[in-house]
């Protein structure tokens, strides 16, 4: 079992920067992929990133690539995106997601997530 809680979300104006954590409980987190989606209102869940447990592989969505990184520290059960140049449209509610996963796995499909964290809000203004 592994709970989520994410934290670091707010108001932020457009072409600003904005750090959304998740902490992570159970003694398994550094054998968990993780990942962010993110859902804005009226629209369906959408993929934002997800890392591997072992740290050494990434996937971004097209839409925030360039702009947005994802790490994890499996010392501290913490994974964090670090959002630059942020947009309006990337309003929405971002939730953290994780599943046990081999040592590079990677997933942009919610499907495969079986944990998932309550979201924070990140809105910005234009």
């Known amino acids: 079992q592994v709970q989520l809680v994410e934290s670091g979300g707010g108001l932020v104006q457009a072409g600003g920067s904005l750090r959304v954590s998740c902490a992570a409980s159970?003694?398994?987190?550094?054998?968990?992929?993780m990942g962010w989606f993110r859902q804005a209102p009226g629209k369906e869940r959408e993929f934002v990133s997800t890392?591997?447990?072992?740290?050494?592989?990434?996937l971004y969505a097209d839409s925030v690539k360039g702009r947005f990184t994802i790490s994890r520290d499996n010392a501290k059960n913490t994974v964090t995106l670090q959002m630059n140049s942020l947009k309006p449209e990337d309003t929405a509610v971002y939730y953290c997601?994780?599943?046990?996963?081999?040592?590079?796995?990677?997933?942009?499909?919610?499907?495969?997530?079986?944990?998932w964290g309550q979201g924070t809000q990140v809105t910005v203004s234009s």
């Open positions: 997601a994780a599943y046990y996963g081999e040592a590079l796995a990677v997933s942009f499909n919610s499907y495969d997530y079986l944990y």
């Open positions: 159970g003694r398994t987190f550094s054998s968990y992929v």
């Open positions: 890392i591997s447990w072992r740290g050494g592989r990434t």
